[in-house]
Structures are given as C-alpha cells and as structure tokens.
C-alpha cells in the first residue's frame, strides 16, 4: 500500500514526500487505517520497523482533522523510555511534520532545566518525554494534561524493565478519560504485562502483531568468525581493508574498558571513531551521535547499556566484537542495522572466552548463525599501535604551614601524653 492511497492532509502528505516514504511498512499499514478511524491501537513492533511514523501519521492528521489554536497546554502526549528516543522521535516529528503548525517539544533530563519548563510555558502542540522529567513539571503546574486528545507510549516494555511503570500510570491517571482521547500503544513485546496496562488505560478493541520473525534482521546478513582473542583486532582490520562497503559502523563490546581500548586502536589507524558508554555525559552523546548520523564518525564503539535507545538509520554494518552474553542482546545489536526495510551486515567474532554464549544465542534465534574459521588471509596485523594513554598525576596536597597547623591548635612538633596527663607534663 502507498501512503498517496490514505487520504492524509496535504500537510501530511508534504512530510512524507519530503523524507522520500512511498510504501507502507507492514506495521504502518496495519495501524494506521486503525488509528485514522479513531481507535486505539496496541502494535507489537520492534525497532526499525517504521512504528515511529507510523504513530506520528497519526497523529498529525487527527490533530489537523480537529484544528484548535496553539494554546498554553498539550493536546498530544508521546512518552518513551529514554532520552536518545525522545531526541530520535522528535527528529522524525521535524521531518513528518514539515507541513505542519504544530510545536513538537522534547521533555527529557540531562539538558537545561529551565530552558524546558519555559518552552511549555511557552504553549507546546506536542510533548515528546520520558516519564521522570514530565512530572517534575506537571507537579510544579507548568503545564496541564486535561487537554491531551492523543497519547503515544513507545516501547511500553523497556518503561516496564527501567523501572518506569509507576511513573507511567502517574501520567495516566492524569489524562482526560480513554474514551475522551485517543491512545497508541507500541511494543516490541504484547506481554501480559504489557496487555494489563493497555487494558487498564485503553479503550482496546484492535490489536496490531507483526511477527518477530518478519523484523527482526529479515534482511541482515549474518556471518560469525571463529578467531582467538589475541588475533581479533588483527581480523577486524582485515575486514575493514577487504571490504570497502563498510560506511557507518556500530561496534559492539562488553566492556567500557574495551570500548576504549579498541577505540584507541581504530582512530590510530585513522578510522574517526568514538565511544558510546553509560558515564558519556547527555550532551556528548548527543554530539557524537549528531556526528555519526553526518558521516563525521565512521565508527562508534559501544556498550549494551549505551546503545539502548539507538535509532540511527542507516547503519551498514554492526560488528560484535565481544559476543555477547545475553541473547536477546543480540538480536537488539544487529537490529541497529537493516532498519525500515533497508539492508545491513552483522559480523560477529567469537573467541575463545566468548564462544561459549553462542549455542544460547542460536538457540533464541532458531537458527545457525552462517560461521567461519579466520584463517591467514583473513588477517591484518601490520596496524599501527596506538600511543599508551596518560595517566593523570595525582594531585600532591597542599603543604600546611607551621602558622596554619598552630591556628588549628595542634604542634606536630609535641607528641602526645599518655592520656589524663597534665597540658604541662
């Protein structure tokens, strides 16, 4: 199906046209007829799907079916579970909505405080937030939900696994009654946890599946080498000379030391590469993510606990450098490339400390993953090491002076008496 075949208003349809959508993604075309007609919609879609317009569509259109001047509060409400989500969903917003009246904000914590609370002071159409920062303002009456016609939660299990829940049905219960808006729930997973919460807060009559199978790395091609842990680095930059589609690279590893370490290696060998890991400060890691989506990085090194979030399109290649010991980290690794229909490599190298996650992961797959011995063709080692990193000078404590210590009343010069003796000796 076309999106030309939905009958959206032109200042839709101009959105779409510029960020180059023609055909519906699976998910899209079966929740978006669903939400046009005004029901609310429970969708279980994973990442890189096209869930992101497809709610923001939505959204739009039910906004200009029903025009109402910008005022000082919200008529739509999106929540998602993280920051980087937040920031993604409100750059798709700024595409989508080019044709648009509407002013979408982002809401999330990490960025200035008072520069937030006065754009919704200001009058927002659209508030784009994860739950914490949200009801910090909503408690301080910056803004009221009475007026929500439309509310969006993304990836509804992640608010569940973050520990979001109870400041999620906060939110809820806020809203005006469900049969007075319109709510779009999505979720990698409808658990029952999921359903429960739906149920509670949705009028649902209509729910979307789109099998796990259909989107989770249907067009990544996956290939995994065996190689010892010394001789990795060495297969790594065998790869990237034999082959040159590698474009926009997400690395995968276990740790934030080995993050760095092979960060090091790869800018040393001239390929402009940054770490991603949990203790980056909010506005480095906008900035570096700003700089890979431009093309300015080529490679970004990151840990599990990093790249959740992550909604970079375009990705040519995920490489798990450590394999990991998770499973479902696995697949949500390799699904950061071949996302919205496009195409994308997986490359996973496992070692010999590693190796032994790997019959779990085939095992949640379902299916072998394509595997291969490195051998000596594979391999590059004349790379260039890198320079050993400073260690930081401990900073030497300042030395008291005679005068300071006897203003504080002590002589180090006398040492002590036994105790109850006299001052005097």
């Known amino acids: 199906m076309n999106f030309s075949e939905l009958n959206l208003p032109e200042q839709v349809m101009q959105g779409i046209s510029e960020v180059g959508f023609t055909s519906l993604t699976p998910v899209q075309e079966e929740s978006i007829p669903l939400a046009l007609a005004g029901k609310d919609v429970a969708a279980q879609a994973q990442t890189g799907t096209g869930k992101t317009?497809?709610?923001?569509?939505?959204?739009?259109?039910?906004?200009?079916?029903?025009?109402?001047?910008?005022?000082?509060?919200?008529?739509?409400?999106?929540?998602?579970?993280?920051?980087?989500?937040?920031?993604?969903?409100?750059?798709?917003?700024?595409g989508l909505?080019?044709?648009?009246?509407?002013?979408?904000?982002?809401?999330?914590?990490?960025?200035?405080?008072?520069?937030?609370?006065?754009?919704?002071?200001?009058?927002?159409?659209?508030?784009?937030?994860?739950?914490?920062?949200?009801?910090?303002?909503y408690k301080q009456n910056v803004f009221s939900l009475k007026q929500v016609e439309v509310v969006v939660i993304d990836e509804a299990d992640r608010m569940f696994d973050l520990g979001f829940i109870k400041d999620l049905r906060y939110i809820l219960r806020k809203l005006p009654p469900f049969d007075q808006r319109q709510t779009m729930l999505f979720s990698a997973t409808l658990s029952q946890r999921v359903m429960e919460l739906a149920y509670e807060f949705m009028d649902l009559t209509e729910k979307v599946r789109i099998a796990p199978e259909q989107v989770t790395a249907e067009k990544v091609e996956q290939l995994l080498y065996h190689v010892s842990r010394r001789e990795k680095f060495a297969l790594l930059m065998g790869l990237l000379r034999h082959e040159p589609e590698f474009e926009r690279v997400l690395v995968f590893v276990n740790t934030k030391k080995e993050a760095e370490f092979l960060a090091d290696r790869l800018n040393a060998n001239d390929y402009r590469t940054a770490v991603l890991s949990g203790d980056i400060p909010q506005r480095k890691r906008i900035r570096l993510l700003e700089e890979f989506r431009a093309g300015k990085l080529h490679f970004l090194v990151a840990t599990d606990v990093a790249s959740r979030g992550l909604h970079i399109d375009d990705v040519s290649h995920v490489i798990n450098y450590d394999l990991p010991q998770d499973p479902e980290d696995y697949v949500h690794r390799i699904g950061r490339t071949a996302r919205a229909g496009a195409r994308g490599k997986a490359i996973s190298l496992a070692d010999e400390d590693l190796v032994f996650h790997l019959a779990d992961i085939e095992e949640y797959l379902g299916s072998k993953i394509p595997s291969r011995f490195a051998d000596d063709d594979d391999l590059f080692h004349d790379y260039r090491r890198p320079a050993p990193r400073k260690k930081r000078a401990p900073v030497p404590e300042k030395q008291k002076s005679a005068a300071d210590r006897r203003r504080r009343g002590r002589n180090p010069r006398k040492k002590p008496g036994p105790p109850g003796a006299s001052p005097r000796g």
């Open 53 to 94: 317009a497809a709610f923001l569509i939505s959204l739009f259109t039910r906004l200009l079916r029903h025009p109402v001047a910008t005022g000082e509060h919200p008529r739509a409400l999106v929540m998602a579970p993280t920051r980087e989500l937040v920031v993604q969903i409100c750059a798709d917003a700024t």
């Open 97 to 137: 909505g080019a044709g648009c009246p509407f002013k979408v904000q982002p809401i999330f914590g990490g960025m200035d405080y008072d520069k937030q609370r006065q754009a919704l002071r200001d009058g927002v159409d659209v508030i784009v937030a994860t739950p914490g920062r949200l009801i910090d303002y």
